[in-house]
């Protein structure tokens, strides 16, 4: 959908909102009905022929209202801004606000004009002001409680963060443009469905900046889902060619994070894809030509420099016709590059030279342009020399991360638990905030010890000893003041619930420290217990909620009574690594299900989430200690890749098997089989 049809549309919006009855000195009927006969008509009518129909029937109102005034120039902004003269179309703009003073009960038409001038601001990169122009017209539309114009204005804010390069506030307000949107029930109407996919694919954009992969290829890949499901909805050939562009857009898109992915054949595939079903679309000249270029840039990255240049040659061939400034300085850029590319310093220097030359005229003409750091030409040779210093490293590096990852969690359920329940005891709240600042102390002194370990391979070794001891100094502080809490008799049943918890997860913990350092044995010493394993899954499930809730998850367990002799620590940590995982690597208000049940003389438990799954080229390699498998979540969280490598050990130890079944997009189902 091209921008002249985006703002005619909003256009539109405006004119129908304001129309009403001449009784309270409102825009005439007839005039919303012509309006509306122009729309209906030909959304496409020239820019000139719809300002002239819409300036003569203003001329037939003998008595113009404040409204009216109002509806005229904001035709006027609309038409400057078409014609390029912005500066013009803002002073229309503000003259909108200012013919609405003397109105009342006029709340839509105020989120229309503030909502007007903000995008008009943004257009001219005046990002702070757009975005001030914006939040007044939220504080309007909160008034007339419309969730619809809410997500619109979500939507308009969230562009103009992306475009200052503030990618995580962008990311959060189109999230809050989609959540607007479908409260509203706004999927029966084609431009709030615009509005969603477009939201779901700038969310992809925003991921890729910061180049956080996997929840990119997530939301473009959800890009495609929401417009394959939904354009059954509507009919006509507009909607079913927009259907098909917003598609191959998103596999544009989709086929360049593919390749960051270490999957740039898949990335091939997606980017040709993309430009078969664009090619001839002249609107979608400029989004066919980046495509090549993306398509250029894998080929040479992947040595077939033949091919590479014959795509090079096509795009300098055809360049002459470019008009967006973003593919000539990407096509200036991608010379560069492919000069680099061939050992050609000589040819890259000047490449590069032109680069800069046509990067400042855009820059110099107050054009968009592409934000550019001449470290991002040398990036990659910077991160494969960093990689290779710390892969000596790296063992000890991941568990010093996993232990601090283990009291970041306790310490998030600490603080999670003290909030819900000891509100009311100045003295419970004194002594836990005490013991927060010991943690935070340790937190702090381990991250310096972590530093210090980078310089000598048995310095680490040796501080991992001093680190298991240290720690379980504040656990078992707070141990004592669970117990203290608990002995004071003054919680109710569930307060004394969530402090026993407290307690026995802190047990749990001094436990696992003390196993950490024997994590590179071959034998893990075993002693047994007779343990009822559904009630181990379902103390596991309560624990693990808590996080869940923070993505809106639910986590359900379900099997039968089965007592066996097991390690209940180990076995313990076992589900809550893959409990976690699922977790991270589940979308929000998804569903967990933990399984038990009896198979002959074996216990067999099921663990299934409905996330993004494990993709084909990394499943052998997950249950491999240090193999550098660790992935973000679905909303950008950390890994370390050890817990499924430390799973497989201790259920090896136990006599037992592990394995996983994945789709990718639609989730994994891990299994453990322990004897009876």
């Not at 909805?233 to 259907?243: A, Q, S, T, Y």
């Not at 050609?344 to 000047?350: E, F, H, M, T, V």
């Not at 890749?641 to 990718?664: C, D, N």
Request: glycine share 6%.
């Amino acid at each position: 959908m091209s921008l002249r049809y985006q703002y005619f549309i909003i256009l539109a919006q405006i004119v129908l909102i304001t129309a009403c009855s001449g009784e309270k000195g409102k825009c005439d009927a007839s005039l919303k009905e012509h309006v509306q006969s122009v729309v209906d008509r030909n959304t496409k009518v020239k820019v000139d022929s719809i300002k002239q129909a819409i300036v003569s029937e203003y001329e037939t109102i003998h008595h113009p209202s404040p409204l009216d005034h109002y509806y005229l120039y904001s035709c006027m902004s609309w038409y400057m801004r078409e014609r390029g003269v912005l500066d013009s179309a803002l002073i229309y703009a503000d003259s909108m606000l200012w013919s609405l003073i003397t109105e009342s009960d006029v709340n839509e038409e105020y989120v229309q004009a503030f909502r007007n001038k903000g995008m008009l601001l943004r257009h001219m990169k005046y990002y702070d002001h757009a975005l001030r122009d914006l939040s007044a017209a939220m504080i309007f539309a909160d008034n007339s409680h419309d969730g619809c114009v809410k997500g619109q204005l979500y939507h308009s804010m969230g562009t103009i963060y992306y475009a200052k390069g503030d990618y995580e506030p962008a990311i959060k307000y189109y999230k809050k443009c989609v959540q607007e949107l479908q409260s509203c029930d706004s999927t029966v109407y084609f431009p709030f469905v615009y509005l969603i996919n477009s939201s779901y694919n700038a969310m992809g954009l925003c991921y890729e900046r910061m180049k956080q992969w996997d929840s990119s290829d997530y939301f473009y890949r959800l890009s495609i889902s929401f417009v394959e499901r939904h354009l059954p909805r509507f009919e006509g050939d507009d909607v079913r060619k927009w259907g098909e562009t917003a598609i191959a857009v998103a596999q544009g898109n989709l086929g360049w994070v593919l390749a960051k992915l270490g999957r740039p054949e898949e990335g091939k595939a997606e980017l040709k894809e993309s430009i078969k079903k664009n090619s001839g679309k002249q609107r979608l000249k400029e989004d066919t030509y980046l495509s090549r270029i993306k398509l250029t840039r894998i080929c040479a990255e992947l040595g077939e420099m033949k091919q590479a240049s014959q795509l090079l040659h096509f795009l300098d061939s055809t360049s002459g016709n470019l008009s967006s400034n973003t593919a000539v300085i990407r096509l200036q850029e991608l010379k560069y590059n492919m000069a680099l590319a061939k050992g050609d310093s000589i040819g890259a220097l000047k490449e590069f030279q032109r680069y800069v030359s046509i990067r400042d005229s855009v820059d110099h003409a107050g054009l968009y342009h592409l934000p550019f750091s001449l470290s991002e030409s040398y990036e990659y040779i910077a991160q494969k020399q960093e990689l290779m210093m710390l892969q000596e490293q790296e063992e000890d590096t991941h568990l010093l991360l996993l232990v601090l990852s283990m009291l970041v969690v306790l310490l998030g359920l600490i603080l999670f638990l003290i909030r819900k329940n000891l509100k009311g005891s100045k003295a419970h709240i004194a002594s836990l905030d005490k013991l927060n600042r010991e943690i935070f102390k340790q937190h702090d002194d381990l991250d310096n010890a972590m530093k210090s370990l980078e310089s000598s391979n048995e310095e680490n070794k040796r501080l991992m000893k001093v680190l298991a001891h240290d720690l379980r100094s504040p656990v078992s502080a707070m141990i004592s003041l669970a117990q203290l809490i608990n002995q004071e008799g003054n919680l109710n049943k569930e307060q004394a619930e969530n402090v026993r918890m407290i307690e026995k997860l802190g047990y749990d913990s001094v436990k696992f420290m003390e196993d950490i350092l024997h994590a590179r044995d071959k034998k893990v010493k075993q002693i047994k217990n007779q343990v009822d394993l559904l009630e181990l899954l379902e103390y596991c499930a309560t624990f693990m909620r808590f996080r869940a809730e923070e993505k809106s998850q639910n986590i359900t367990v379900r099997g039968e009574s089965i007592p066996m002799e097991l390690n209940r620590d180990q076995i313990w940590r076992v589900i809550n690594n893959l409990l976690n995982n699922s977790i991270k690597f589940s979308p929000p208000a998804s569903l967990i299900s933990v399984g038990l049940k009896r198979e002959g003389d074996y216990a067999l438990i099921c663990i299934e989430d409905e996330g993004i799954g494990i993709p084909v080229e990394i499943r052998d390699k997950v249950f491999q200690m240090f193999s550098n498998t660790g992935r973000s979540g679905t909303e950008g969280e950390k890994t370390f890749g050890l817990g499924l490598p430390i799973s497989k050990q201790i259920v090896e130890a136990h006599e037992g098997t592990i394995w996983f079944e994945s789709k990718e997009g639609k989730g994994t189902c891990f299994f453990i089989k322990l004897p009876i």
